[in-house]
């Protein structure tokens, strides 16, 4: 890994290095090598100024020609993206929104980077023919992968409950987004969240199969792998095998099927815990 130091080469795009903490550099060090990286960091620890720091690096050093950054809609239209966009870097940017007018406009004069919702890549990038009867036709390419055929793109994708449902269109349209930037020149991947695994391996696998489709089972072998058991509604309730402490020999433990693509810190960490203010008991407050 390059020193946190000299994190950036020309620093054309990122304002100011002091804004790094070290835990954060080196994890944007190590995200900078890899073609996926899932960043799990605890709530309140500087995810978006990550994300920032490695689409400054990439676009400085020319390995991507644009950032495709995805958010959820309120943390757009609350100013959260496009604030910290204006304060930490100069990078050439657009709100990918509006009408399907004004997102053609756009997509025929593309800059450095362009902010957009999960909605507008669901609409934007996938085609899904008309319903019939229970299942729905797999999407096709839409306009915006027409536009991003001979670029190298950069995704980033801000928390990703969205697409972590294999049925949920949201979900079908990023991955034929992803599998079909692959395909291309080149596309490299950010996922950001601050969900642990343990909470809902069901939903982390659904998240994998769009991250590291190599690493991932089938659905019938995850399941028959994965899940000890079920609810009412054939839910999987309780899992096993998740981690190399308890999974039957034969079967890889769950966890490491996402070693090569995780980046996991917490704000207890030897290295990030000076970096916030320490934890304390509240005294109880009675109300009536």
Same mark, same amino acid.
């Given at each position: 890994?390059?020193p946190? =130091? &000299?994190?950036?080469? @020309?620093?054309g795009?990122?304002r100011?290095t002091? &804004?790094m903490?070290?835990f954060q550099? /080196?994890?944007?060090a190590?995200?900078?090598?890899?073609d996926v990286t899932?960043l799990?960091h605890d709530t309140g620890?500087g995810?978006?100024i990550?994300? !920032?720091?490695l689409?400054? !690096?990439?676009?400085?050093?020319n390995?991507?020609?644009?950032?495709i950054?995805?958010?959820?809609?309120?943390?757009?239209i609350?100013? *959260?993206?496009p %604030?910290?966009? *204006?304060?930490?870097?100069s990078i050439?940017?657009?709100l $990918?929104?509006?009408t399907?007018?004004?997102?053609?406009?756009i997509?025929g004069n593309l800059p450095?980077?362009?902010? #957009? =919702?999960?909605?507008?890549?669901?609409?934007?990038a996938?085609i899904?023919?008309p319903?019939?009867g229970?299942?729905?036709?797999?999407?096709?390419?839409?306009?915006?992968?027409d536009v991003?055929?001979d670029?190298r793109?950069?995704?980033?994708l801000d928390e990703?409950?969205?697409? @972590?449902?294999?049925?949920s269109d949201?979900h079908?349209?990023?991955k034929?987004?992803i599998?079909t930037?692959?395909?291309g020149?080149?596309c490299t991947?950010l996922?950001? &969240?601050? #969900?642990?695994m343990?909470r809902?391996? @069901? %939903?982390l696998?659904?998240?994998?199969?769009?991250l590291t489709p190599d /690493?991932m089972?089938?659905?019938s072998d995850f399941?028959?792998? $994965?899940? !000890? %058991?079920w609810?009412?509604?054939?839910?999987? @309730?309780?899992?096993?095998n998740l981690t190399p402490?308890d999974?039957?020999?034969?079967?890889?433990?769950? %966890?490491?099927?996402?070693?090569?693509i995780l980046?996991?810190k917490?704000k /207890?960490d030897?290295d990030?815990v000076?970096?916030?203010?320490k934890?304390r008991?509240m005294?109880?407050?009675?109300?009536s």
């Amino acid at each position: 890994l390059f020193p946190y =130091t &000299t994190l950036f080469r @020309s620093m054309g795009l990122w304002r100011d290095t002091e &804004t790094m903490y070290p835990f954060q550099a /080196t994890d944007v060090a190590k995200a900078y090598q890899k073609d996926v990286t899932l960043l799990v960091h605890d709530t309140g620890m500087g995810k978006t100024i990550c994300a !920032l720091a490695l689409a400054c !690096l990439k676009l400085e050093a020319n390995e991507v020609d644009i950032v495709i950054l995805v958010a959820e809609a309120n943390k757009i239209i609350q100013d *959260e993206w496009p %604030s910290a966009i *204006e304060k930490f870097t100069s990078i050439d940017w657009i709100l $990918y929104h509006g009408t399907p007018k004004k997102r053609e406009k756009i997509r025929g004069n593309l800059p450095q980077m362009i902010v #957009t =919702t999960f909605d507008v890549v669901k609409r934007d990038a996938a085609i899904f023919p008309p319903k019939r009867g229970r299942g729905r036709p797999v999407p096709t390419p839409g306009p915006l992968l027409d536009v991003l055929d001979d670029k190298r793109v950069l995704v980033i994708l801000d928390e990703t409950t969205r697409i @972590s449902n294999r049925g949920s269109d949201n979900h079908k349209a990023m991955k034929l987004f992803i599998d079909t930037l692959r395909d291309g020149p080149g596309c490299t991947v950010l996922a950001m &969240t601050a #969900t642990p695994m343990e909470r809902d391996p @069901s %939903s982390l696998f659904d998240l994998g199969r769009i991250l590291t489709p190599d /690493t991932m089972p089938t659905v019938s072998d995850f399941e028959h792998d $994965y899940v !000890l %058991s079920w609810d009412i509604f054939r839910k999987p @309730s309780h899992y096993k095998n998740l981690t190399p402490l308890d999974t039957h020999p034969n079967i890889e433990p769950f %966890s490491q099927r996402f070693d090569h693509i995780l980046l996991r810190k917490r704000k /207890t960490d030897p290295d990030v815990v000076d970096f916030f203010p320490k934890r304390r008991e509240m005294p109880p407050t009675f109300v009536s």
